[in-house]
Nanobody, 115 residues
Framework: VQLVESGGGLVQPGGSLRLSCAAS????????MSWYRQAPGKERELVAG????????NYGDSVKGRFTISRDNAKNTVYLQMNSLKPEDTAVYYC?????????WGQGTQVTVSS
């Protein structure tokens, strides 16, 4: 099982980034996919989640209206489009696949929002 995040980096406040998470080794379309983030000294928090076929999404309050989660089951990939980025969005962003009691995690990608 592998979840490989990409697309992180340094961006100025107000800018945009698109994160990708490529999955392999399991039945991607059978798993709910989520993005979490963890800033230094803080607990990991849910950023966004998407149902198995993509019809239902949910977002953390701090990112609603700015971030959009999507998935392409044909490509075994989940995305996080991040717009209007703020310094407080700085964190390591993790991809998670979940199904009942099974959870898989990626290694994370750093997002830094700074001028």
């Amino acid at each position: 099982v592998q979840l490989v995040e990409s697309g992180g980096g340094l961006v100025q406040p107000g800018g945009s980034l698109r994160l990708s998470c490529a999955a392999s080794g399991f039945s991607f379309s059978s798993y709910r996919m989520s993005w979490y983030r963890q800033a230094p000294g803080k607990e990991r928090e849910l950023v966004a989640g998407i149902s198995r076929v993509g019809g239902i999404t949910n977002y953390g309050d701090s990112v609603k209206g700015r971030f959009t989660i999507s998935r392409d089951n044909a490509k075994n990939t989940v995305y996080l489009q991040m717009n209007s980025l703020k310094p407080e969005d700085t964190a390591v962003y993790y991809c998670q696949a979940s199904s009942y009691s099974i959870n898989y995690w990626g290694q994370g990608t750093q997002v830094t929002v700074s001028s």
